[in-house]
């Protein structure tokens, strides 16, 4: 055997065990701050589960989260796509100035359609004044940030459809428009995030009140805060992009929120100023179910259908009602009508994401 066979043996040897060895004696975190999620735990080996295949299933992803040097490989093969012309490989486009895009939502006939049916039928049946407001995509809002090869953003037309088959049943705030006109004026979408900043939930809450014949509340104390990295960071793997700042804008409030039967005294969760994600630092991120009660205000009382977009707005939207309950159907699995029964709601406000309308299946299940 020549000399250079067994160097390369020699060296990959050395490769298999050096990462075996690795694999055995480093630290396994729990959670990934890049990716924002759980890390696969070791699984109990049972008889059961070695003979069924969850257990061999189990270790192999147990295996793949917790592999030496993981995010760094997963970081370099993402720009390693990036440099060889595969921007967006991942579904996320590097696009100009720090933006990072979510890819265009879907399009998908039979999903839009159950859902719009869905919102249609449940503002006929309960026969309440129902609102519905569509946030566009950032890769449309703002196009000139995009890369030069991307996937088409058919937003205004999609927008422009679903509110051709609302409008008779339920009114339409545009806000396509609105933040079109507004882009040069301030930051609407997050640069690491798919969500629109509090700027862009402000422009939201101003159509809103435009709709509604409400004058938007203008005083706020913006309070700015370093170190935001989004969902799209995350799922990109472009580690190495910079952190943006995040901002909230508070005013004086005695209004309170409860999340599963316990009331907290603010709509601002103020722990998670200190975490990358900054986002649930409105009404506490994702739940089934919150009702916010504004002692300052006498009337009102507003179901809110939602997804996360919704909640950079309703701190604004909570100067104006007494009671907001807000359900997302994505957790939500009771009857949305049997609340309607027990409340007495003057109004149903409708705000989704156009990817939640287009992607999503939990809206079509709404009853």
Request: hydrophobic residues 35%; aromatic residues 14%.
């Amino acid at each position: 055997m020549k000399i250079i066979d067994r160097v390369l043996i020699a060296v990959f040897c050395l490769f298999i065990f050096g990462f075996g060895i690795a694999f055995a004696v480093s630290p396994k975190s729990t959670f990934s701050v890049n990716e924002k999620r759980s890390l696969a735990e070791m699984p109990a080996a049972t008889l059961d589960g070695i003979f069924n295949g969850q257990f061999e299933s189990g270790f192999e992803t147990y295996i793949n989260d917790h592999f030496p040097a993981r995010e760094s490989f997963a970081a370099l093969d993402a720009y390693y796509a990036l440099f060889t012309g595969r921007n967006g490989s991942n579904g996320i486009y590097k696009g100009k100035d720090g933006y990072l895009f979510a890819e265009p939502p879907g399009h998908d006939e039979k999903i839009i359609s159950d859902n719009i049916e869905a919102l249609r039928s449940f503002a006929n049946n309960t026969k309440i004044m129902s609102t519905l407001m569509i946030i566009p995509s950032g890769g449309y809002i703002m196009s000139e940030k995009l890369p030069a090869n991307h996937l088409e953003y058919r937003d205004g037309e999609t927008l422009a459809e679903i509110r051709s088959r609302v409008e008779s049943d339920i009114r339409w705030v545009d806000v396509e428009a609105k933040f079109l006109n507004a882009k040069e004026s301030g930051q609407i979408y997050y640069k690491t995030d798919h969500h629109y900043t509090t700027y862009g939930a402000y422009l939201a809450y101003e159509a809103f009140c435009g709709e509604h014949g409400l004058t938007p509340f203008k005083d706020y104390t913006i309070e700015r805060y370093d170190g935001f990295y989004g969902t799209s960071y995350s799922t990109s793997a472009l580690w190495n992009e910079p952190a943006e700042s995040f901002e909230v804008w508070r005013y004086p409030s005695n209004a309170s929120v409860e999340i599963n039967g316990t009331a907290y005294p603010s709509l601002w969760f103020d722990e998670h100023l200190e975490e990358p994600d900054k986002y649930p630092v409105f009404l506490n991120g994702n739940q089934p179910f919150e009702r916010i009660i504004n002692p300052d205000v006498e009337g009102g009382k507003i179901l809110v259908l939602k997804d996360s977009y919704a909640h950079a707005m309703i701190p604004f939207l909570a100067q104006h009602y007494h009671q907001i309950d807000m359900v997302d159907l994505r957790y939500y699995f009771e009857p949305v009508s049997e609340l309607v029964r027990e409340n007495q709601y003057g109004e149903i406000f409708m705000i989704y994401g156009l990817s939640s309308v287009c992607d999503d299946t939990d809206i079509a299940i709404l009853e």
